[in-house]
């Protein structure tokens, strides 16, 4: 089975200042990688995703991930911090290449972010 | 997108009682899942909601504990039974739209006392 590690289960930014969440994965073969956030009391939303193509994948609200194959991450960013990011932020893969488990995700423990003034 | 609509939203339950989570979607999709959110951790697949079928459930995961109904592509129910504490959790229904991307409701918020 997959294994997802976000490192930092807490990660505390000023306002302004860049966004660094970290996220690798343990399979040999890529799979695909999502982004979700989670805001209080509110159900998952996809941040970003990659699939296929281009490496660095643009999100919502700012957000971006890059897929480094050589490293098995799939780190999201955003430069500049702003108080409505702070929520938890999950990493995810699902298997590429096994079509009955088309949308089983794997998933991070989490990463809360906190935004200071 | 869709529309997932969770009923009920959150709830307080005694234990050793059993409480039914109605998941609605606005369009028939063919990949119906609930996943749990246990206070502090990470999301966990529960079961595949197959429709006409029985749901096919991850390891440590039974069916006398979680029975799940999916009687057509737009509906699914999960009951949690017999619950304990250990059950309060947030309960999650998500569907595929796009193949691999996972969409999910806003979750169940469970306390059992």
């Known amino acids: 089975a997959q294994s997802v590690t976000q490192l930092g289960s807490h990660v505390s930014v000023s306002e302004g200042a860049l966004v660094l969440l970290r996220c690798n994965y343990s399979s040999s073969v890529p799979p695909y990688l999502f982004w979700y956030v989670q805001y209080p009391n509110q159900g998952l939303q996809l941040l970003l995703k990659y699939t296929t193509g281009a490496t660095l994948v643009k999100g919502i609200n700012g957000f971006e991930a890059e897929f480094k194959k050589s490293e098995t991450s799939f780190h999201l960013t955003k430069p500049s911090a702003h108080m409505s990011d702070a929520a938890e932020y999950f990493c995810a893969v699902s298997d590429r290449d096994r079509g009955s488990t088309l949308g089983r995700l794997y998933f991070g423990r989490g990463t809360q972010l906190t935004v200071w003034p | 997108s869709a529309v997932i609509s969770q009923k009920p939203s959150r709830d307080i339950c005694q234990r050793g009682t059993s409480l039914t989570i109605q998941c609605q979607v606005d369009?028939?999709?063919?990949?119906m899942f609930w996943y749990r959110q246990q206070p502090g951790q990470s999301l966990t697949l529960i079961a595949t909601?197959?429709?006409?079928?029985?749901?096919?459930?991850e390891s440590g995961f039974v069916i006398d504990k979680f029975p799940i109904s999916r009687p057509n592509l737009t509906f699914s129910t999960l009951t949690v039974s017999n619950m304990s504490p250990e059950d309060s959790s947030i309960y999650l229904c998500?569907?595929?739209?796009?193949?691999?991307?996972?969409?999910f409701g806003e979750g169940s918020r469970l306390t059992v006392l």
């Open positions: 369009s028939q999709v063919t990949m």
């Open positions: 998500s569907v595929v739209l796009v193949a691999g991307e996972l969409f």
């Open positions: 909601a197959n429709q006409g079928s029985e749901a096919t459930y």
